[in-house]
């Protein structure tokens, strides 16, 4: 059974290892990514250093296997991202915006997210304001964990003052698709189109 507990700093690295190994539709990218730590200073790190809080892992066998992390507040996440995240990166990593996008190796397309961060859309924003990430190694899923700390996250924000939160999952990876949809995230109107690889899903706290 997997003990979920508050994030500690000495975690950092099993967030960074999660990341990559959940990282291609729900599956381990280490074979596909040059850079082992781009996954991870965009989905994990900076809501565990900047934000923990709301941050909460799993640990099973004395080992990190899942996090779930967020923040309560979007836009406000994106512009602190932008005073206290992304300086300390972009010097490390190239802008790849020469580069025309179809020629970006995958390594290039999260650094250009390094220097030009997406935004969600403001259909989603305005009615989801919060946002969270959950990832689990293949151990733990399917075991009723990742609803547990969903709800652990999820309770801990509305604590704190969150109304709603959405997530967004790549269109790909269905399995996590219907997980979301399970717990009651719906999908948002306005959010999604006919196409694009993010779908988004939002709920009520």
């Known amino acids: 059974m997997a003990t979920l507990r508050r994030y500690q700093s000495g975690d950092l690295a099993a967030l ?5 190994a959940t990282g291609l539709h729900g599956g381990d990218a280490s074979q596909i990514y040059d850079d082992p730590q781009l996954m991870g200073h965009i989905y994990s790190a900076p809501y565990a250093v900047l934000e923990p809080d ?48 179809a020629e970006r190796t995958l390594d290039q397309r999260r ?34 964990i990742g609803t547990r700390m969903a709800g652990l996250w999820c309770d801990r924000a509305a604590k704190l003052g969150a109304t709603a939160a959405h997530v967004g999952v790549n269109r790909e990876n269905q399995a996590a698709v219907a ?11 306005g959010g999604n189109g006919e196409s694009g690889r993010t779908i988004w899903l939002g709920r009520s706290l």
């Open 16 to 20: 960074y290892r999660i990341s990559l």
């Open 111 to 144: 650094c250009h997210q390094i220097h030009h961060p997406p935004s969600p859309p403001r259909a989603v924003v305005d009615r989801f304001p919060a946002h969270l990430h959950l990832n689990l190694l293949p151990q733990l899923q399917r075991r009723g």
């Open 54 to 101: 709301l941050a909460f892992v799993a640990e099973t066998d004395g080992a990190v296997a899942g996090f779930v992390l967020g923040t309560l507040d979007t836009r406000a996440w994106l512009a602190r991202l932008e005073a206290e995240w992304w300086p300390a990166l972009r010097p490390r990593y190239r802008d790849p915006s020469e580069t025309p996008e």
């Open 179 to 189: 997980f979301w949809r399970r717990i009651g995230f719906d999908d948002i109107d």
